[in-house]
């Protein structure tokens, strides 16, 4: 049993370039969340997805797409990377009836 | 959901009970008190949750106060591998699923 896993784990990016973030669960989960956290910060909401097929933004959404076409995946796209998106990304799940969050170990991501 | 203030930062020594203290003064009667840390560059880990009564697991005890304004979160004896970020955060169980985290408190414990 997996859990959560996230890939890729490290990634550097030039400005401008777009890439994905995977995250897939095998727990059957039906909520799951994407946060970024920047040195020595809490962690902070991007989107969420409340199921298959819908999405939701969270607290800083600008800048990133979502999709979740499956309930097992929830993608994290950057479509134009800026140095400000520089951050370690975090995936999470949780059951619909408790607030009970599985994370994934992060991605780091460096925008030059 | 309620807004929660913790300490930025604490400090206590390895084998004493670590008291991470939580105030949430606007929580309403449906929602309920959760733990998470966050050790150095992993992902949070959940730790304890509770309503009003007190809760205590393999990991920790909570602490919730009558009028359910404040909880401490205690980790009976500490050891250098609690040093991590808790977070408290209060969220009711039907309309959480926009879960955001707070700053936490750093807590060091020191050898």
């Known amino acids: 049993n997996a859990g959560v896993t996230q890939t890729p784990k490290f990634r550097v990016l030039k400005t401008g370039q777009s890439m994905t973030l995977l995250c897939a669960q095998d727990?059957?989960?039906?909520?799951m969340y994407w946060y970024r956290q920047d040195p020595g910060m809490g962690l902070r909401l991007i989107h969420y997805s409340v199921g298959e097929g819908t999405t939701a933004k969270g607290e800083v959404p600008d800048g990133y797409n979502v999709s979740r076409l499956k309930k097992q995946n929830f993608l994290l796209g950057l479509e134009s990377a800026a140095p400000s998106q520089t951050s370690v990304y975090f995936c999470a799940s949780r059951t619909f009836w408790a607030n009970v969050l599985t994370f994934g170990a992060g991605s780091r991501l460096t925008v030059l | 959901d309620a807004k929660t203030t913790q300490p930025p930062s604490m400090d206590c020594a390895e084998g004493r009970a670590a008291n991470l203290p939580c105030n949430h003064s606007?929580?309403?009667?449906?929602?309920?008190v959760y733990w998470y840390r966050q050790i150095h560059s992993q992902g949070p880990q959940y730790i304890i949750h509770?309503?009003?009564n007190n809760e205590t697991n393999e990991m920790a005890s909570l602490i919730i106060t009558e009028d359910r304004k404040s909880s401490t979160l205690i980790l009976p004896h500490a050891t250098l591998r609690d040093t991590a970020v808790y977070y408290c955060?209060?969220?009711?169980?039907?309309?959480?699923?926009?879960?955001?985290f707070g700053e936490g408190t750093q807590l060091t414990v020191n050898p």
């Open positions: 509770g309503l009003k």
């Open positions: 955060i209060v969220l009711s169980e039907t309309s959480g699923s926009r879960l955001t």
């Open positions: 606007t929580i309403s009667g449906n929602e309920y």
């Open positions: 727990m059957n989960h039906e909520y």
